[in-house]
């Protein structure tokens, strides 16, 4: 399995960004997918997954905010950022995985993209 993100960048605080994942190969495999974030110097966290049946988690941070989306026909995975806080600035990545949890270490990866929040 493939995942190349796009749709990171530079925004003001209190903007919006939107991100986009897509996915190839072994697509059949694939249950969850979702987005982590890692800042410099700190650990990757989840920002929030998606199962194929449409369950979703949020990370407490930003539940109300950010928006995860899937499109199983067109596999594809979004995640729409709102009111972005400068601490938010991080490297986003993609991932997926064959179980309903992420977090296993045969989970697939893609490469990030960025994200700025300036203040």
């Known amino acids: 399995v493939q995942l190349v993100e796009s749709g990171g960048g530079l925004v003001q605080a209190g903007g919006s960004l939107r991100l986009s994942c897509a996915a190839s190969g072994s697509i059949f495999s694939i249950n969850a997918m979702g987005w982590y974030r890692q800042a410099p110097g700190k650990e990757r966290e989840l920002v929030a997954a998606?199962?194929?049946?449409?369950?979703?988690y949020y990370a407490d941070s930003v539940k109300g905010r950010f928006t995860i989306s899937r499109d199983n026909a067109k596999n594809t995975l979004a995640l729409q950022m709102n009111s972005l806080k400068p601490e938010e600035t991080a490297m986003y990545y993609c991932?997926?995985?064959?179980?309903?949890?992420?977090?296993?270490?045969?989970?697939?990866w893609g490469q990030g993209t960025q994200v700025t929040v300036s203040s």
């Open positions: 991932a997926a995985g064959r179980g309903r949890l992420l977090g296993a270490p045969g989970d697939y």
């Open positions: 998606i199962t194929s049946d449409g369950t979703t």
